[in-house]
């Protein structure tokens, strides 16, 4: 049920890929283990999805945690379509030209939501270089429709960069989302080669402005390796993130999605991953999850719970 990548179809997910030379895909080390999806609990995940005509960044980026997340009844919705304005080089999501705002959708995440039960709902959403405010009032929406049906659920949006969108953060953070999430997803010196459309220090500033229009707002960020970024390079972006006052960083293995994506330079073993998970801690983040398998929504429910109690206990925070 995962889409993945077809360049054979009568639309390819990734058009402005498709003149690009292929990069054959790796064999994944033993570490790295996928459960296929498969479970009643799995089937309920998804018949809600289907129902809701609801995306899901678990399908749409084929992550390798599905099975297991479903299998739990946490999903990440994404809203604001299924195609993406941006074409970064590690990314599955669809590309292309971006249909009409379903403005319907707010309500049927809400009860998504509602119907999961779920204590704590993550949203995030293709890029809209499209839309003048880049999907913010559209992500308030959502954030407001969720507090209506389900006021217990805490939120947590992982939004694109809105890169000149006056206003538009300020909107999201309006709506009063508990964790304000955006990913550097790489260091600095790839983002040429890797998120082209972005710009590391703009994306470091907004995470830092969050914090800045709601000081309660907890703030989280997550990078892959293995797109061939050094050790240093990684702990430059920690004490980056720390002076931007990021709260909770994630760090995972990057899995290339197709031969047409940017290659695996490098499989980071779990020790290493351990060494950088000791360093992330070392730095003053509230909360670490460095695993191959981390992905910024795994675990996400329980993972806010621990970052809201070590933020109570007065952990480090700039
Ligand atoms: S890690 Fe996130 S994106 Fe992946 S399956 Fe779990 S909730 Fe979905």
Known sequence: MVKVHDTTGPRPRHPEKAHKPDNPVRRKPGWIRVR?????????????????????????????????????????FMILGDI????CAFCNVATGK??????DEPR????????????????TSVDRDDLPDGGARHFARVIHAIREVSAQTTIEVLTPDFRNKDGALETVIAARPDVFNHNLE???????????????????SILNRA?????????????????????EEILQVMDDMRSARVEFITIGQYLQPSPKHAAVEKFWTPQEFKALEQAAWSKG?????????????????????????ARAQGGASA
């Open 36 to 76: 296929a999806p498969q479970s009643r609990i799995w089937a309920e995940t998804r018949d809600i999805v289907r129902k809701g005509k609801l995306s899901t960044v678990c399908e749409e980026a084929a992550c390798p945690n599905l099975g297991e997340c479903w299998t739990r009844k946490h999903a990440t």
């Open 186 to 204: 790489t260091v600095p010196a790839l983002y040429p080669r890797i998120r082209p459309g972005a710009r590391y220090f703009h994306s470091l």
């Open 285 to 309: 983040f509230l909360m670490v999850a460095a695993t191959p398998l981390t992905r910024s929504s795994h675990n996400a429910d329980a993972d806010f719970e621990a970052l809201r109690k």
């Open 98 to 103: 971006p249909g009409p705002v379903d403005e």
């Open 84 to 87: 993406c304005t941006r074409a």
């Open 211 to 231: 914090r800045e229009l709601d000081a309660e707002i907890f703030t989280k960020s997550g990078i892959m390796v293995g797109l061939g970024e050094t050790r």
């Open 108 to 123: 049927r995440i809400a009860t998504a939501v509602a119907t999961m039960g779920l204590k704590h709902a993550v949203i």
